[in-house]
């Protein structure tokens, strides 16, 4: 089932730089029926927004800050989001933020039974992170977009890419989580497994270690066997992973 998702942005705390692949990532998890942007739109460091906003539909909603030093944004967000859910009109959100201020409005969210998921900078504290169903780096999508724009045009320098390293955690990780849904043969549906995964950790993304796909990442690793099994009900192949040799991973117990 598709979702519509209700899309709430922080304007006080997102580039707008980033709007155009934000859109089309959150197109990729449901239908955006309701977007609206949070801040004081008198304010001239919000002029940016304003072009984008018409190109996307989003609607901008204007919130004065009272007193110095307190985010009255976040507060019109939050009330503005709680109406949402009981209107019953959306199954999802999508919060778009860096603050950890929304950590509690995601939790709320969640326990309505909402699909939650956030995007953010790379700066985005933990709780609001693991508060989510799916946070997202922005940067990333960024970064996708910047290298496609090279590949078509050659003129154009390709960008620079700041990716994380594949660190023992992240192994143990994908080792557990492989172990957790694994048949007596040890072999994990990989989709399953990426699904787990995602639960145990909402920021995990592959695209995060320069890997369009979970498959690739894992067999950069080469620490798994993957396999391609024919399915009778789809058209493409199902992909299972296993553990190569439990005494090269870290999740060997001691």
Known sequence: MDLNLAVLIDGDNI????????????????????????????????????NLLLENA????QQYGYTQGKNATDSAMIIDAMDILYSEKVNGFCLV?????????????REAGMKVFGI?????????????DKFIYIEILKNQDEEHDSDVNKSVP???????????????????SISDLADEDGWAFLGDVGALIQKKQPNFDSRNYGFEKLTPLIHSTK???????????????LIYVRIKEKR?????RQ
Not at 98 to 109: I, N, V
Not at 223 to 237: D, G, V
Request: glycine share 2%; net charge positive; proline share 9%.
């Open 120 to 132: 953010g900078e790379k700066k985005t504290p933990e709780p609001f992170i693991v508060a989510c």
């Open 223 to 237: 620490l798994f066997e993957i396999e391609q099994r024919e399915s009778p009900r789809a058209k493409f192949k």
């Open 58 to 61: 989003i609607t901008p909603i």
């Open 15 to 50: 580039p707008s730089a980033y709007v155009k692949e934000m859109m089309e990532e959150i197109a990729k998890y449901g239908n955006p029926t309701i977007k609206r942007i949070y801040g004081d739109w008198t304010k001239p460091t919000l002029s940016k927004w304003k």
């Open 97 to 109: 933020s860096s603050d950890s201020d929304f950590t509690r409005l995601a939790t709320r969210l």
């Open 248 to 252: 090269n991973l870290h999740t060997k």
């Open 158 to 176: 390709p960008v620079k890419m700041s990716y994380d390293k594949i660190t023992p955690k992240v192994i143990k990780l994908i080792s557990t």
